[in-house]
């Protein structure tokens, strides 16, 4: 199962925590301890996320994977499979509008003749109006090839200065109360009481994993930019990528007009995908870069199998 936490912020900037277990809808057994579960996404007119909860796969295609294809308007499960750089998308489709009527007309219709399939999806950022950055929170229910649409209410954050949060998923309930509660302890960071919101959900429910990536964004006129950080649960792991050790740091899907890149591990401070900067941090206590590692960029392999 799969647990989100979406925040925004009056200062035009968001944050979008998820655990990265994926587990058997029958068997609660675990799968992949390491999916990808947020699609980040600079339009035309807006930067945003958007996570998943429910079947995560299509057949034998990701649900992270058919939501990029239904923005890109093309098939991406193979050359995401092996390239890190999926093509481009039409420039024609890719105003915040357009791309959230493709992503439903495509789910629902790949998923019209499965009986019971099901997926909730939270899309939450900022669209960019007249030099302004207006918050949105939507809740897209795909039901058996039948879709439902909810606009969160935004208030706190348009008019009382105050942040707004929504959890998706297994746990939500335990995610959203913990977050709150620590928000309001002196002294602690926004960021780090997603993660330990996560974790404290992981231990109350077995389906959602310890580990927890954040990925926050921020747009302001013609300016936006993205920051990820994986976190895992035991810091100071390595992982050996095309020969180097490097830390644990691994990148959602980013996609925008005039470039993408899919899952992957990454190593570098500061990357450009298709003009929007992405800083990728190291999780505290992670271990130094052999040599002089750079950057590195290598797709996550992904498990063809079936769960939620």
Do not use: C
Request: proline fraction near 8%; charge should be neutral.
């Amino acid at each position: 199962m799969t647990v989100h936490l979406f925040a925004l912020s009056p200062d035009s900037q968001f944050l979008h925590a998820s655990d990265r277990w994926l587990t058997d809808s029958r068997s609660k057994r675990r799968m992949d301890d390491l999916a990808n579960k947020v699609v980040a996404v600079l339009a035309d007119d807006a930067l945003f996320t958007i996570g998943s909860t429910g079947h995560a796969y299509i057949g034998e295609t990701p649900i992270d994977v058919a939501i990029v294809e239904a923005i890109l308007g093309t098939d991406v499960w193979d050359k995401a499979s092996f390239v890190g750089r999926p093509p481009n998308p039409d420039p024609r489709y890719m105003s915040l509008g357009k791309i959230r009527k493709r992503i439903t007309e495509h789910l629902t219709s790949r998923t019209a003749r499965i009986p019971g399939w099901f997926v909730q999806l939270g899309i939450s950022g900022f669209h960019r109006r007249r030099q302004l950055s207006i918050p949105f929170m939507w809740d897209l229910q795909i039901t058996h090839g039948n879709a439902s649409l909810r606009e969160l209410s935004t208030e706190k954050v348009r008019y009382s200065n105050r942040t707004s949060t929504w959890t998706i998923g297994s746990g939500r309930y335990f995610f959203q109360n913990e977050f709150q509660r620590l928000l309001r302890e002196p002294n602690v960071l926004i960021n780090d009481a997603a993660v330990l919101a996560g974790r404290y959900t992981a231990s109350q429910e077995p389906t959602v994993g310890p580990d927890v990536m954040l990925v926050e964004g921020v747009i302001r006129g013609d300016s936006a930019g993205l920051r990820v950080q994986y976190r895992p649960a035991i810091e100071g792991l390595s992982v050996q990528v095309y020969g180097s050790l490097i830390p644990e740091m691994y990148t959602p899907w980013i996609v925008t007009p005039n470039g993408s890149t899919s899952p992957s591990v990454v190593v570098g401070q500061t990357q450009s995908v298709g003009g929007l900067q992405v800083e990728v941090l190291p999780p505290p206590g992670a271990p130094p870069i052999d040599g002089d590692v750079a950057l590195i960029v290598a797709p996550i392999p992904r498990p063809g199998s079936r769960g939620r």
